[in-house]
Nanobody, 119 residues
Framework: VQLQASGGGVLQSGGSLRLSCAAS????????VGWFRQAPGKEREFAAG????????YYADSVKGRFTASRDNAKNTAYLQMDSLKPEDTGVYYC?????????????WGQGTQVTVST
């Protein structure tokens, strides 16, 4: 499965973005999808995740109430809606599939998309 993350950008604090993770070469609906981020000089961390069916979602405390993970299995795509963005949300965002979300490991990874939030 190849994953393509997109939707990143540069915006001011308080703004919103929606990231997409499109899959090709396989069926995304088989897998849990995770969203991870890496800030400059820091390790990659878990941000959000969604079960294969979409019935369960998981969030890091730092994004809970602001980020929403969703998926459209018919489109083979997962999404991360990010609202009320803060400068500390700045980083490269990666999507992964077939993930052990709590361990931060995924069998498949996208290439990452940059999100920059200014004050």
């Amino acid at each position: 499965v190849q994953l393509q993350a997109s939707g990143g950008g540069v915006l001011q604090s308080g703004g919103s973005l929606r990231l997409s993770c499109a899959a090709s070469g396989g069926t995304l609906s088989k897998y849990a999808v995770g969203w991870f981020r890496q800030a400059p000089g820091k390790e990659r961390e878990f941000a959000a995740g969604i079960s294969w069916s979409g019935g369960s979602t998981y969030y890091a405390d730092s994004v809970k109430g602001r980020f929403t993970a969703s998926r459209d299995n018919a489109k083979n795509t997962a999404y991360l809606q990010m609202d009320s963005l803060k400068p500390e949300d700045t980083g490269v965002y990666y999507c992964g599939a077939d993930c052990e979300l709590l361990e931060g490991t995924c069998a498949y990874w996208g290439q990452g998309t940059q999100v920059t939030v200014s004050t």
